[in-house]
């Protein structure tokens, strides 16, 4: 597990709110320079990951993760050193008071959204505040933020994590770090002798935004198949079970009428042969991923949806266990070695 950490933390310490994944390169190259024969990025900002199987003329697979996050843009400096922000993203802004942020002006400020005292809220005690309501507290003031900030500047949740009891972690940026994290290291473990196909691996981008950089990357590679892959709804308290996955009974095969029946009901028996914990979960109408912008993309992608179950969505406190990090690279080095899909 501690290559997963080392890796889980080398991906969420880097700001990648959603339209500045370009942030992340030097990171993103650094990290994956020993795996990958070759490392790209294209015009939306995704990164294109090639590992090349030893068989000529290899069918293209594509796995997709999209490393961008959910965050906030700057519209307006206040007096007093505070900044208006729009989101970007779907944020939860029932949790947004007293989060604390960084800004990512000329150099990176400390900020703190603001949290009126429930006493002193007119709409009630009770009541979730709009964005519009909040603002970042800096402590500078407004002709000291004007020359280091300015309106546009990304925001994002400040970066923590932290380990909890039972191979569970919690930062921001989980949604969809923890399957990049997965996906590299089954690139990392895999016997490239065994692969059965090219692999193109795609961190996208703007996922959270429209999914246009998986279209996008997916339409420069043309794949003979995709796995696209993202967290989704941990089961607990108040969710229901058929919308939820559980936490540490391994990632879920996704079925759904948008993703390949044959593909996906082949990668179920593979993982049965095998013996490979998962789960499975139905979204009959979409997936909500970069599966809807994948498949139709060219003259169209065969493709399948993996996910991580992942508490606390599109908050600064996103949790997974580490357990189902490890079986989604276990389920990617199964596909990539098998021939029959």
């Not at 009974?249 to 390949?260: H, N």
């Amino acid at each position: 597990m501690e290559n997963i950490k080392k890796t889980l933390v080398a991906l969420c310490s880097q700001m990648s709110v959603s339209g500045y994944e370009y942030l992340a390169e030097k990171a993103i190259r650094e990290l994956c320079a020993d795996i990958f024969d070759e490392i790209k990025t294209d015009p939306m900002g995704s990164y294109v990951l090639i590992k090349r199987c030893k068989k000529e003329n290899a069918p293209k697979l594509l796995i997709d993760g999209h490393l961008d996050t959910v965050g906030m843009m700057v519209t307006d400096i206040k007096k007093d050193g505070f900044l208006s922000v729009v989101n970007i993203g779907g944020l939860d802004t029932r949790v947004l008071p007293a989060t604390e942020v960084t800004v990512y002006g000329k150099e990176e400020i400390y900020g703190l959204v603001t949290s009126t005292p429930p006493h002193l809220r007119k709409q009630g005690a009770d009541s979730v505040p709009a964005l519009k309501e909040l603002y970042i507290d800096t402590g500078y003031s407004k002709e000291e933020l004007e020359k280091i900030v300015k309106i546009g500047d990304p925001v994002g949740y400040r970066y923590k994590l932290t380990e909890m009891n039972g191979g569970y972690v919690t930062t921001s940026g989980l949604d969809d770090k923890a399957c990049v994290c997965g996906i590299i290291e089954a690139m990392r473990e895999i016997d490239v002798n065994d692969l059965k196909y090219d692999i193109y691996v795609t961190i996208s981008a703007q996922e959270e935004t429209g999914k246009n950089g998986s279209a996008r990357a997916s339409f420069g590679i043309d794949p003979d198949i995709a796995i696209i892959t993202d967290v989704n709804f941990a089961s607990g308290d108040g969710t229901p079970d058929y919308e939820c996955i559980k936490c540490k009974d391994g990632c879920s095969v996704d079925i759904s009428s948008l993703t390949d029946k044959d593909l996906t009901r082949n990668i179920i028996k593979l993982l049965n042969k095998k013996g490979i914990k998962h789960q499975i979960i139905c979204e009959p109408s979409r997936t909500y991923t970069n599966n809807e912008g994948v498949l139709v993309s060219g003259q169209g992608t065969r493709t399948a949806v993996l996910s991580v179950p992942l508490k606390n969505m599109h908050t600064p406190c996103e949790t997974v266990n580490l357990e189902d990090i490890k079986s989604l690279a276990q389920v990617i080095c199964a596909i990539a070695c098998e021939e029959n899909l």
